[in-house]
């Protein structure tokens, strides 16, 4: 049973608007939650009446007092991001159609390189007194998001407020976190994973740090927002932080190689990867540090999974309303939920309240007529000792129509072959999905959002294309050079 609160997100963090505690930290400075909450009433006052803004947030206070005083009057936030091309800023802002599009003024050249034409700096938001703004309802829209692009142009998600009000109880529910905690949110608020990992410490009256990891981690946080890559570079950083109790990840799944590699240096935390989506929220999350992490998963309370003809359909109280599009003269929600359910095309199982993913279709290849699943190959590939980090996909073949290769990094002082890695594979893959090509890479090429670039990989993977039957195995280490990640 799922235990609900009637306080929105703005709500709960106005709870603690009359401590001096520090509520945030940026590169820059600090400001207590009495500040905090003074300056967020006079930006909602500036507000009042509008229907929705644009925000392209950057890593610093002001950045999340416009967020947060927008969600307090009721404005949607049309959040931007900056990796996108100045057209689909055109399309996004011509269908949301927003009343003012701020940034930090850093940000400002980059938007009127977009198209845009006034843009407002967040203290230009703060008016000299607080007006009065009513509480938004809880069915109000309280934010647009722009899907990446990764599989498709870019969409327009809409959520409302209660979805995300659910989801803010599923995080109270699972983490353990109050006044006296100090959140790591390292990553730029345009990306969702730390926005709401920032917005999240707010309302439990923690101190939220927007600085780098690096600079975060001298001062003891308690519980750190992260995605793979940022976990790398504080694995490889050697140096144990005993303060972490949480690590919360999104992203790429997560390896398992990693865990440990990130365990030695964070010996007191908990790690946790979630799997959901723009669309769905939390779905699942696995804590676990044994073989096969990152691809099953415990459902979170309150959620519903069922599969059909192997996609799956999701049910919860966080599902998003629908993607927003301009519909001849008119904008409106489409392909949201149907009688409460929704998929955002992943295919998996369920088996007693554990879901195993098997990826999107397009993580599948056909092998000489045979099916070959490509992330269990990654899972394992991560299993191997040494290998830090792998990408599997499919490439075109003459015989075989496409065959599975693969890019892994390894590690400076346990390196394995490409044949030790093979004869690894062999006791955990079925033949069809042993990968042709292996090759050592220094890293894995990704997307701005943190998902590997299929794309960029096969442009290197096709290079190193084993000469003759696509069946040789490769049996010499082969170093090749990617795109940075």
């Known amino acids: 049973t799922v235990q609900m609160t009637s306080d929105l997100l703005t709500a709960r963090i106005a709870q603690h608007r009359d401590r001096a505690d520090i509520a945030i930290v940026d590169a820059t400075g600090r400001i207590t939650y009495r500040d905090l ?4 009433e006079r930006a909602a006052g500036s507000m009042a009446g509008m229907r929705r803004i644009a925000v392209l947030p950057t890593s610093d206070i002001e950045s999340l007092i416009v967020v947060a005083a927008a969600m307090h009057a009721g404005v949607s936030v049309v959040l931007l991001h900056r990796h996108l ?5 055109v399309d996004a802002m011509s269908v949301t ?8 003024p850093r940000q400002h050249a980059r938007l009127h390189r977009w198209g845009a034409d006034a843009v407002l700096a967040p203290e230009q938001l703060a008016g000299d007194r607080v007006a009065r703004v ?14 990446s692009g990764t599989t498709g142009p870019p969409k327009l998600f809409v959520r409302d407020q209660a979805s995300w009000a659910a989801t803010l109880d599923r995080s109270d529910s699972l983490f353990d976190l109050g006044p006296g905690d100090r959140v790591s949110a390292s990553g730029t608020l345009d990306h969702t994973h730390f926005l709401y990992g920032a917005l999240h410490g707010l309302t439990r009256g923690a101190t939220v740090d927007l600085r780098s990891a690096a600079a975060a981690l001298e001062d003891a946080p308690t519980h750190l927002y992260s995605v793979p890559t940022i976990a790398w570079d504080i694995a490889r950083s050697h140096v144990q932080y005993p303060s972490v109790r949480e690590v919360l990840s999104s992203a790429a799944r997560w390896p398992q190689s990693g865990r440990a590699a990130l365990a030695t240096v964070l010996p007191n935390a908990t790690m946790t990867h979630f799997y959901g989506a723009s669309e769905l929220s939390f779905v699942s999350y696995d804590r676990r540090t044994s073989e096969g992490a990152g691809i099953e998963g415990a459902l979170f309370d309150g959620v519903e999974v069922e599969t059909r003809g192997e ?22 929600l489409t392909d949201g939920p149907v009688d ?16 195993t993913l098997l990826g999107r279709g397009s993580e599948t290849i056909v092998r000489a007529g045979l099916t070959v699943e490509l992330p269990p190959i990654e899972a394992a590939l ?3 000792p040494g290998v830090l980090d792998a990408g599997v996909l499919g490439l075109p073949d003459d015989r075989a129509g496409e065959i599975p290769v693969a890019g892994v990094v390894v590690a400076q002082d346990v390196s394995p072959t490409v044949a030790q890695i093979r004869r690894h594979l062999r006791s955990l893959l079925p033949d069809p999905s042993l990968p042709v090509v292996i090759a050592i890479v220094d890293g894995l090429p990704r997307t701005p959002r943190g998902k590997l670039d299929r794309q960029a990989l096969g442009a290197t993977l096709a290079t190193v294309r084993t000469v003759g039957s696509p069946e040789a195995p490769v049996t010499t280490n082969q170093t090749v050079s990617a795109p940075p990640s």
């Open 37 to 40: 909450w003074r300056r967020v």
């Open 85 to 89: 091309l100045p057209g689909e800023f």
């Open 97 to 104: 159609a927003p009343s003012l599009t701020v940034a930090h």
């Open 134 to 147: 009513d509480p938004p309802a809880r069915s109000a829209e309280l934010l647009v998001g722009i899907t």
């Open 311 to 332: 996609l799956l359909h999701v049910r919860s109280d966080m599902l998003f309303d629908g993607y927003l599009s301009r519909v001849g003269e008119h904008t409106t």
């Open 340 to 355: 409460g359910w929704m998929t955002v095309g992943d295919r998996g199982s369920i088996d007693q309240g554990r879901l």
């Open 382 to 384: 991560l299993s191997v």
